[in-house]
């Protein structure tokens, strides 16, 4: 009897699992902006919007991006902890005004390549979610790079010195620090207000990806791209925590599998647009995805690269320690155990 009653017992709990994964639910999806480019078109959308297929889920995402919602980029992680949306694709430069941590995943200098980013998000990864966890009630589920951030200027530029006494656009407060240490101004603006900006002189040179350039029609105003990987501009996906803990343990797994999946396919998909977005920007073929257009490519130096790669110990690193260390007293410290090791800082 006692046997039976537990086989009765193990099938209920079964059945009622099942019944938990079949449960249909929906989420509200902030995405990136319309014109930042390819990755949201090709990738982010399609994915949001077929939701269910992607994870054998009975689910219904309503996507937005964050510009049609007349929500500021910087208000990301705010948006997520207020519950207004279930899901946000962060865009980690704007929204790390919020929780510097964030910028410990991609200071200037640090991620000079795919591979070398990689590394580096993984090995910071977990802090960044904790932080999030603690202060927006929201849970990371993924990380991936817009790409290599390049210079792109209205005039011709030789290299990074000639950045001295420009106005630059910038995406955050670590390329900020840099370009203020090359004596240039750095100026933070949405990315949709950029190319008018370069049109109209507000900004003589702006800092984004090349694909990205290319989707808002940078080129049109500007002559010159210097090709230096600065940063990668690593964005993010981050759930409500409220949300996650209605879902059952098996919606959970099948949600974060599937987005861990998207944000793999975007590191790949992002390198690939990096090498075409180049290649259009510049008159080169093949351009597959983007408009072609007739920048001048300006040649790396050496001298450039040594720049760019002594700014993480030298700029990027103090200083955002400090504020990062202001909201949380182990930042730094977890940051030198985990990046800073592998870096022999």
Not at 151 to 170: A, K
Not at 219 to 226: K, Y
Not at 258 to 280: G, K, V
């Amino acid at each position: 009897m006692l046997k039976r009653t537990a086989l009765v017992t193990t099938a209920a709990a079964t059945l009622m699992a099942s019944a938990v994964q079949a449960e249909s639910f929906s989420l509200k999806v902030l995405g990136q902006p319309v014109g930042s480019g390819l990755i949201a078109q090709q990738k982010e959308r399609p994915f949001f919007e077929s939701l269910a297929e992607h994870t054998g889920l009975e689910v219904d995402a309503q996507y937005l991006p964050v510009d049609v919602a007349g929500v500021p980029d910087t208000d990301g992680l705010r948006v997520l902890s207020s519950g207004l949306f279930d899901i946000v694709s962060l865009r980690g430069p704007q929204v790390s005004r919020d929780e510097p941590s964030i910028l410990g995943l991609d200071l200037t200098g640090l991620n000079t390549s795919f591979e070398v980013g990689r590394e580096n998000v993984a090995a910071f990864y977990d802090y960044v979610d904790s932080r999030l966890q603690q202060n927006f009630n929201a849970k990371l589920l993924g990380v991936w790079p817009a790409g290599p951030q390049v210079v792109f200027c209205s005039e011709e530029i030789g290299g990074l010195s000639d950045l001295q006494g420009l106005r630059v656009r910038v995406g955050d407060q670590s390329a900020a620090n840099f370009v203020d240490g090359l004596g240039a101004t750095g100026i933070s603006m949405p990315f949709g207000d950029v190319q008018q900006s370069l049109a109209r002189g507000v900004v003589d040179c702006a800092i984004t990806g090349p694909a990205s350039a290319n989707s808002g029609g940078w080129p049109e105003a500007t002559s010159t791209v210097l090709p230096i990987a600065l940063q990668l501009a690593i964005n993010g996906y981050a759930i409500n925590l409220d949300t996650w803990n209605r879902l059952s343990a098996e919606q959970q797994d099948a949600l974060e599998g599937a987005i861990a999946d998207l944000s793999d396919q975007i590191w790949e998909y992002s390198e690939a647009l990096y090498e075409d977005a180049m290649r259009c920007n510049t008159g080169q073929t093949p351009c597959e995805y983007g408009q072609p257009y007739a920048l001048t490519e300006v040649p790396v130096s050496k001298e450039d690269l040594a720049v760019v790669s002594a700014a993480v110990e030298d700029v990027s690193l103090p200083v955002w320690a400090d504020q990062c260390n202001a909201v949380a007293d182990d930042c730094e410290a977890v940051w030198r155990e985990t990046v800073g090791q592998k870096l022999g800082l």
